[in-house]
T-cell receptor
Framework: QLQLQESGSGLVKPSQTLSLTCAVS??????????WSWIRQPPGKGLEWIGHIYHRGTTYYNPSLNSRVTISVDRSKNQFSLKLSSVTAADTAVYYC???????????WGQGTLITVSS | EIVLTQSPGTLSLSPGERATLSCRASQSVSSNYLAWYQHIPGQAPRLLIYGASSRATGIPDRFSGTGSGTDFTLTISRLEPEDFAVYYC??????FGQGTKVEIK
């Protein structure tokens, strides 16, 4: 059974960089053409796709966040990471990692982690 | 960028009733890439439908998806207590719809 687990600092100061890691167990990055994705939900709002990465390193980002987002993969540790720079209070959200496929959607999700941007 | 607009924003229904949720795209979307998710507060979202009409593993047959082009529909044939949640449509690699909340009447 595939499992994903987010980890990272729960509190980030404005203008700093948010960093999160998603550890993947029960599968490896190189199987089946899947993407490894980040999605967030600000308090009281809907889901927002942040971006995703394929195991060979190709990335796709939400245009609205593109200049601030970096997603990377560490195949040796079976994990992928999110960095979001120059954060503001608007980046406060529950952040989810998920496995996706263009034909079958996001089928496995982490439980989510709340990141608060505050001084 | 394709914008997905869901309606209604809130649906107030009783258990046993039928729920019909709409998702309209600003331009034509490949049915292959359209999915529906259920989100209960405090839990991770759950994949219900992919490819516009295929049920994900373990999803009851009271959930069904239809549509093509710019108009897609999620139908819950008979609402169970655990179905009261927020539902999102999504095109892979793009934005989610803003969600439809299905609440108990």
């Amino acid at each position: 059974q595939l499992q994903l687990q987010e980890s990272g600092s729960g509190l980030v100061k404005p203008s700093q960089t948010l960093s999160l890691t998603c550890a993947v167990s029960g599968d490896s990055f190189s199987s089946g053409g899947y993407s490894w994705s980040w999605i967030r939900q600000p308090p009281g709002k809907g889901l927002e796709w942040i971006g995703h990465i394929y195991h060979r390193g190709t990335t796709y980002y939400n245009p609205s966040l593109n200049s601030r987002v970096t997603i990377s993969v560490d195949r040796s540790k079976n994990q992928f990471s999110l960095k979001l720079s120059s954060v503001t209070a608007a980046d406060t959200a529950v952040y989810y990692c998920a496995r996706g496929h263009i034909l079958t959607g996001y089928d496995y999700w982490g439980q989510g982690t709340l990141i608060t941007v505050s001084s | 960028e394709i914008v997905l607009t869901q309606s209604p924003g809130t649906l107030s229904l009783s258990p046993g009733e039928r729920a019909t949720l709409s998702c309209r795209a600003s331009q034509s979307v490949s049915s292959n890439y359209l999915a529906w998710y259920q989100h209960i507060p405090g839990q991770a979202p759950r994949l219900l439908i992919y490819g516009a009409s295929s049920r994900a593993t373990g999803i009851p047959d009271r959930f069904s998806g239809t549509g093509s082009g710019t108009d897609f529909t999620l139908t819950i044939s008979r609402l169970e207590p655990e179905d009261f949640a927020v539902y999102y449509c999504h095109q892979y690699g793009s934005s989610f719809g803003q969600g439809t909340k299905v609440e108990i009447k």
